[in-house]
């Protein structure tokens, strides 16, 4: 895919691997309107990242539908959808509560769910588009307090290859990313952004890889790319 002129509207675009990534795809050309909950937050990722900014939270349906229409208002379609807006909650089984399932998947499972069905309907008249989920490491394997996230990650993924069963016949691509731990403000009460150690993944180089797969021929797709730290270990 060039990315010249390419309508792409990418969820959780004011912190961390959002952010990267809207940067490096507003420098190659593309038209990116990024999502986030926080309006300043939000502001400063648009002014970094030359984003449109549309404040929402995909886990409240009203203002799911409300952030696709001002995006369609705005290009009159999509040809990219980046679910990458994603939240974490790691209790022990003891501690689980129906309330917390509930919100994790609302947003790291219903809203992607929603907006990739919204994204698919002006994608297969078209005969073309790319859906990115930005999923985890944790897709793969669950860890001691990883029951509500990773199950939210396996989720995404089972969704993932659903929608590659379903929409390669019209020539859309469906792909799913999975990072494993990167230096974020993923889990971070205040919502600040760690500095990444120099053995441990940075935002930037997900966005990198997100950059990538979408350049690629649009005969060509990666199902599934994860990402690992070469050596974590090396303090």
Known sequence: MNLE?????????????GKETA??????????????RDH???????????????????????????????????WKGIDVLINNAGIGSFPSMLDIT??????IFRTNVFGPALLAKKAAHYMIPQKSGTIINIGSTAALKSFEKGAI???SKFALRAMTEAWQAELRKHSI?????????????????????????????????????IKSVLELDDRAFIPELSLWATNPWNL
Request: glycine share 6%; net charge negative; aromatic share 8%.
């Open 23 to 36: 940067k490096l795809l507003v420098d190659a050309g593309a038209l990116v309107a990024i999502t986030g």
């Open 149 to 151: 996230y990773a199950a």
């Open 5 to 17: 002129h390419k309508r792409i509207l990418l969820t959780g675009g004011s912190l961390g691997i």
């Open 98 to 103: 129906m309330e917390k399932y509930e919100e």
């Open 173 to 209: 691509r469906v792909m799913q990313i999975n990072p494993s731990e990167v230096a974020t403000a993923f889990n971070n009460q205040e919502r600040i952004e760690r500095e990444a150690a120099t053995n441990k993944l940075r935002s930037l180089d997900i966005a990198y890889a």
């Open 40 to 74: 300043i937050r939000l502001e400063k990722a648009a002014a970094y990242t030359g984003a449109f900014p549309i404040c929402a939270d995909i886990s409240k349906e009203d203002q799911l539908n409300q952030s696709f229409e001002t995006f369609i208002d705005k």
